[in-house]
């Protein structure tokens, strides 16, 4: 059997490559760089598909939360609720925002923000809630919803993992403000860094629309102290070509995860999953305490596999000044998760050959 590795982008974007090259023929010899047609389409395109009235494209998805947070006009020192096993980029747009991240735990069921641990983490300095889809699964943005309109609070949804991702069939992205990496290994990912931004808002998108761009929606009058985060016009060419081929490659990935639930073997704890989430898998996570022996068997087999992620924000170095407490749940995740293959360029062969080796293992035997 062929090595699997965990991702090929190059495989993944092979589809695509012809239609790549006549967008960047046609750019070049337009000549338009910087926030032209093909952003403004692929703004138009992805609200559309996200259900929103604005889109703005920005750099990346951490700046997709910056901006949004930014454009609040929050004060020094007010609070953000995180999940506290998200990535540490969610954590740090709140800290570059001057703002206080307030770390809750997640559902060991879902991994995701447990709104049931919400309301005894508000205080009066709390402004936001910032759930963050992992892995590519939704959040219970019902009862999200309720807490922040009871305590008149902002959502800044982080997006990053989860385009195309339904909660009770409302598409993640379209409650307040959605923030989107579209990073290459995303489900829809660029070919370099890019994000954008979702909202029905429109006086926020027109804030946004000048932060983005050194806070300024007339040129050379800067009306605010903003930023330079463009979402770039190549970038922007490249995702509208693949936002035609989304839904695809979400199907593609949920029909493998699907192959995962049905054959898998249940001495490793598999995603949760209900029918009111749609889930797009943009990661496909199994948990085992003995996940860094299973990772290395797996390895012996030419199987690839990904931590997401070894270390918890909480115990970062560069962030144990700034956050203390213990939050068990997070770290139970952190030392148990092993993500495995579930590309777009994975066949079901693939799959089945992971699933067989998964299999074979007797867990409880691994020393």
């Given at each position: 059997?062929?090595?699997?590795?965990?991702?090929?982008?190059?495989?993944?974007?092979?589809?695509?490559?012809?239609?790549?090259?006549?967008?960047?023929?046609?750019?070049?010899?337009?000549?338009?760089?910087?926030?032209?047609?093909?952003?403004?389409?692929?703004?138009?395109?992805?609200?559309?598909?996200?259900?929103?009235?604005?889109?703005?494209?920005?750099?990346?998805?951490?700046?997709?939360?910056?901006?949004?947070?930014?454009?609040?006009?929050?004060?020094?020192?007010?609070?953000?609720?995180?999940?506290?096993?998200?990535?540490?980029?969610?954590?740090?747009?709140?800290?570059?925002?001057?703002?206080?991240?307030?770390?809750?735990?997640?559902?060991?069921?879902?991994?995701?923000?447990?709104?049931?641990?919400?309301?005894?983490?508000?205080?009066?300095?709390?402004?936001?809630?910032?759930?963050?889809?992992?892995?590519?699964?939704?959040?219970?943005?019902?009862?999200?919803?309720?807490?922040?309109?009871?305590?008149?609070?902002?959502?800044?949804?982080?997006?990053?993992?989860?385009?195309?991702?339904?909660?009770?069939?409302?598409?993640?992205?379209?409650?307040?403000?959605?923030?989107?990496?579209?990073?290459?290994?995303?489900?829809?990912?660029?070919?370099?860094?890019?994000?954008?931004?979702?909202?029905?808002?429109?006086?926020?998108?027109?804030?946004?629309?000048?932060?983005?761009?050194?806070?300024?929606?007339?040129?050379?009058?800067?009306?605010?102290?903003?930023?330079?985060?463009?979402?770039?016009?190549?970038?922007?060419?490249?995702?509208?070509?693949?936002?035609?081929?989304?839904?695809?490659?979400?199907?593609?990935?949920?029909?493998?995860?699907?192959?995962?639930?049905?054959?898998?073997?249940?001495?490793?704890?598999?995603?949760?999953?209900?029918?009111?989430?749609?889930?797009?898998?943009?990661?496909?996570?199994?948990?085992?305490?003995?996940?860094?022996?299973?990772?290395?068997?797996?390895?012996?087999?030419?199987?690839?596999?990904?931590i997401h992620y070894p270390i918890p924000p909480f115990e970062q170095i560069s962030l144990k000044h700034l956050i203390k407490g213990d939050y068990p749940v997070s770290r139970e995740i952190h030392q148990t998760t092993l993500s495995l293959p579930i590309s777009y360029c994975h066949t079901q062969k693939d799959i089945q050959h992971v699933i067989e080796i998964l299999n074979s293992i007797k867990i409880n035997d691994i020393i």
């Open positions: 059997m062929k090595p699997i590795e965990y991702e090929n982008l190059s495989k993944v974007n092979h589809s695509f490559i012809k239609e790549y090259k006549l967008a960047f023929s046609d750019l070049l010899t337009k000549g338009w760089f910087i926030l032209g047609e093909n952003v403004s389409a692929f703004e138009e395109e992805f609200a559309n598909y996200i259900g929103c009235k604005y889109c703005l494209g920005v750099a990346s998805g951490l700046d997709a939360i910056i901006l949004s947070i930014s454009a609040l006009d929050l004060a020094p020192g007010d609070e953000v609720i995180v999940p506290a096993n998200t990535y540490i980029a969610t954590i740090l747009a709140v800290i570059r925002c001057n703002l206080k991240p307030v770390l809750v735990e997640p559902s060991l069921d879902t991994y995701n923000l447990d709104p049931r641990l919400i309301e005894k983490s508000i205080t009066k300095k709390t402004k936001v809630i910032l759930p963050v889809h992992l892995y590519g699964k939704p959040v219970q943005m019902d009862a999200i919803n309720r807490i922040a309109k009871k305590y008149h609070l902002r959502i800044v949804e982080d997006c990053a993992q989860a385009h195309g991702a339904k909660f009770k069939n409302k598409t993640v992205g379209s409650y307040d403000i959605g923030a989107f990496s579209f990073y290459p290994t995303k489900n829809l990912g660029a070919l370099g860094d890019a994000g954008a931004i979702t909202t029905n808002d429109r006086k926020l998108y027109l804030k946004l629309k000048a932060l983005r761009n050194y806070g300024s929606n007339k040129k050379y009058h800067n009306q605010y102290l903003g930023f330079n985060s463009r979402l770039d016009e190549m970038q922007a060419a490249f995702l509208r070509i693949k936002l035609r081929k989304l839904e695809e490659i979400n199907h593609h990935k949920r029909r493998l995860a699907q192959l995962y639930h049905q054959q898998l073997s249940d001495q490793y704890i598999k995603p949760h999953v209900s029918k009111q989430c749609h889930d797009v898998f943009h990661i496909y996570n199994i948990r085992t305490k003995k996940r860094d022996r299973l990772r290395q068997i797996l390895t012996d087999h030419k199987i690839g596999s990904e």
